[in-house]
């Protein structure tokens, strides 16, 4: 299973890349969208570091643990995560589009390694328009915010 989605933001890439990876801000969330990020230690943010991760799929929360596994500033953040019933990877790259704007990709790539996995693999296949969607004005939304925020610092 793979979502891809790619959104323009006008804010330098600098920017967006130091807003992505504002890991306290995520970690500190707590909004509407049942989404929870704790990370597992204390240490400093590196490629290993954990996070525990809540995620509201079809009214139940779905948890998971995730790894950073790639971290190349100021472009290239990646996370891991994997158990006996699934393996992920999630990439987020930012591409400067000129010294005030850039792109923000964002690629999921899951693989279900048992039949109940497998089962709600196909259910998210199923739904995949409604949740493109979902992800485009989400990520439209973002790339707003982060824009008018660039602007507000100036």
Not at 38 to 47: A, M
Not at 81 to 86: E, G, P, T, V
Not at 106 to 128: G, M
């Amino acid at each position: 299973m793979q979502f891809k989605h790619s959104q323009e933001i006008n804010a330098p890439a600098d920017y967006v890349f130091a807003r992505i990876t504002d890991f306290k801000k995520f970690e500190n969330h707590s909004g509407p969208t049942g989404f929870s990020f704790k990370r597992q230690g204390r240490l400093p943010v590196r490629i290993g570091t954990r996070w525990d991760i809540s995620v509201p799929v079809r009214g139940r929360a779905r948890r998971f643990s995730a790894e950073l596994s790639e971290y190349i500033p100021p472009r290239t953040l990646s996370y891991k995560s994997a158990s006996l019933k699934y393996e992920g990877v999630m990439s987020l790259t930012i591409k400067p589009l000129d010294t005030t704007s850039c792109r923000l990709d964002l690629q999921v790539v899951a693989k279900s390694r048992s039949f109940a996995t497998s089962l709600v693999f196909n259910t998210i296949r199923l739904a995949r328009r409604r949740i493109n969607k979902r992800m485009n004005t989400e990520m439209k939304k973002f790339a707003k915010r982060l824009a008018a925020e660039h602007k507000a610092s100036l």
